[in-house]
């Protein structure tokens, strides 16, 4: 099977507090892709992070940070000292070799609040 | 340049009517995508061209669903018939390569359709 679960549905965090939202994968594939989008109440999703299955090396970008373990098929996205602008929805996504890269699989996304 | 433009940005339809929504890629893109976004959830493919050749339309959930790209760039979304299950969120994204798997897809803000 090929597919993301997003087991957060809703989090809720008051600004300067970090915060992780949990990525779990499955797929059959050996080589694939892994990506993190941000969709503001505007609609578009913006693309965040990828990360190819054979680099499992930790990134960091400014408050945003990544953590790569295919130990456990996770592909986690912190958040330090959250603000405001931060609140959206956040989906994770799987696109495996196999599929001739036509399908990426989302999962349901977590909303972030960010109080201010 | 300009990112993906999509319209219109919000359609109502009557159950029955034919709807047709559009996507203007980012210039020079090579690949296209369909994908449908119920409320709460992630978004689904529906389909994809590389240029006017549309190589995956095994998301389109019924005939009622019909894309075409005539001349690789614009691509409309046509829903004949339109049904209440059909009212959702139609996200367009392309990407640079032919070859997508590891390219990341940059989404327009999408079409929100409500049939009623």
């Known amino acids: 099977a090929q597919k993301v679960t997003q087991a957060q549905t809703e989090i809720s965090v008051v600004e300067k507090e970090d915060v992780t939202l949990d990525c779990v994968y499955e797929?059959?594939?050996?080589?694939?892709?892994l990506f993190w989008y941000k969709q503001p109440p505007s609609g578009e999703l913006v693309f965040l992070i990828r990360?190819?299955?054979?680099?499992?090396q930790n990134e960091i970008s400014g408050r945003y940070s990544w953590n790569f373990q295919k130990s456990t098929s996770s592909f986690n996205f912190t958040i330090t000292a959250s603000q405001v602008v931060d609140s959206a929805v956040y989906f994770c996504?799987?696109?495996?070799?196999?599929?001739?890269?036509?399908?990426?699989?989302f999962g349901t996304g977590t909303s972030l609040t960010v109080i201010p | 340049g300009a990112g993906v433009s999509q319209s219109p940005r919000y359609k109502v339809a009557k159950r029955g009517q034919d709807v047709a929504l559009r996507c203007d890629p980012i210039?020079?893109?090579?690949?296209l995508f369909w994908y449908q976004q119920a409320l709460g959830q992630g978004p689904e493919f529906l389909t994809y061209?590389?240029?006017?050749?549309?190589?995956?339309k095994s998301g389109l959930p019924s005939d009622r669903f019909f894309a075409e790209r005539p001349e690789g760039s614009v691509s409309t979304l046509k829903i004949q018939r339109t049904q209440q299950e059909d009212s959702a969120v139609y996200l367009c994204?392309?990407?640079?390569?032919?070859?997508?798997?590891?390219?990341?897809?940059?989404f327009g803000n999408g079409t929100r359709l409500t049939v009623t």
């Open positions: 990360r190819n299955s054979f680099d499992e």
């Open positions: 994204a392309s990407s640079e390569t032919g070859y997508s798997y590891n390219s990341p897809l940059h």
């Open positions: 210039s020079g893109h090579v690949s």
């Open positions: 996504a799987l696109s495996p070799l196999s599929n001739t890269g036509n399908q990426f699989y």
């Open positions: 797929t059959r594939d050996t080589t694939y892709y």
């Open positions: 061209f590389q240029n006017e050749a549309q190589l995956d």
